[in-house]
């Protein structure tokens, strides 16, 4: 088993200390299982990724100093026992310092986390990029469904972007719609280009602090193949990179997650993907810092 998180020799050199929490939960799946392969799948990818950025002109092994927590498993129960457990864990740490790099599992492991960044930042944000929008009030019988993540999270009266969505029913869209305060939506079919899209979130977020989650299959599968809900017209690599450049210097960045990736057998492309994606925001985002 793979239990670190890049080279954490090199990294003890970092300034921003990041807590990389694996939480391999799978318990409310609906198409293609495997994500409570996904965080040792990060983890064993993360050795072969260079930590250093040459766009940036940043190591990110030398920025951050990475400390990887041990892998919860959670001990019996549905999603409703995942987020108690998950908070009790996140009990014994302060919001307003703890910077949390989590990687799923499946998208239900978010609420708990926004939850306790919450508590912290009323006026917390999230930005979401995923392929669905997760606004079910329930589905197949819970309310912390990964379905109903994003539901949840406006329950806490969050501003929430939605990037990338192009997955929804009818009254998650009318939702949507109905909520301009609270939802702004960025739908692949009439994506801005990035420098546009930032300027916009940060219009809607103003000050606020945010988290970002980072559900996989947002991205498009033809880079992304291998998470259990593939949606074509997803987002590309490029205009991802390129937004976190526009949106920082800009919002504070308390934490992050990485969810919902399904590794393949015989296929390295998804989890490689996955790690230059959590990278490339850490790098954008803590390098700023720096200026």
């Known amino acids: 088993m793979y239990n ?3 080279d954490l020799e090199s990294s003890e050199q970092g300034t921003f200390p990041v807590h990389v929490w694996p939480v391999p939960y799978q318990g409310t799946v609906s198409f293609g299982d495997g994500t409570k392969n996904g965080p040792e799948a990060i983890l064993k990818a993360s050795y072969q990724i260079e930590p250093y950025d040459p766009e940036l002109d940043t190591d990110i092994s030398r920025l951050c100093f990475f400390k990887t ?111 301009p305060e609270h939802i702004l939506p960025l739908y692949p079919w009439d ?27 947002g991205l498009d599968p033809s880079i992304m193949p291998g998470t259990g809900t593939p949606e074509p017209g997803g987002l590309s690599y490029g205009w991802v990179k390129d937004f976190w450049k526009a ?29 230059k994606s959590i990278l490339k925001i850490l790098a954008t985002y803590f390098s700023r810092l720096r200026e």
């Open 69 to 179: 927590l041990p892998f919860h498993r959670v001990s019996a129960g549905g999603p409703g026992h995942l987020y108690q457990e998950m908070k009790d864990y996140l009990s014994n740490f302060d919001p307003g310092r703890d910077f949390f790099l989590t990687l799923g599992g499946e998208h239900s492991i978010t609420y708990p986390l926004v939850d306790f960044y919450a508590r912290k930042y009323p006026d917390l944000a999230v930005i979401q990029l995923d392929a669905h929008a997760d606004l079910r009030p329930e589905f197949e019988g819970s309310p912390y469904s990964h379905a109903c993540v994003m539901a949840r999270i406006r329950d806490l009266g969050l501003k929430t972007v939605q990037m990338g969505i192009r997955s929804l029913d009818k009254g998650e869209s009318l939702l949507i719609s109905s909520s």
């Open 247 to 275: 949106l920082w210097p800009g919002p504070r960045l308390v934490g992050m997650d990485f969810c919902e990736l399904s590794p393949l057998p015989g296929s390295v492309v998804s989890e490689s993907v996955a790690v």
């Open 4 to 6: 670190n998180f890049l």
């Open 191 to 217: 994506l801005p280009t990035p420098e546009q899209a930032a300027s916009r979130v940060k219009k809607f977020i103003g000050t606020s602090p945010v988290y970002v989650s980072f559900d996989a299959d």
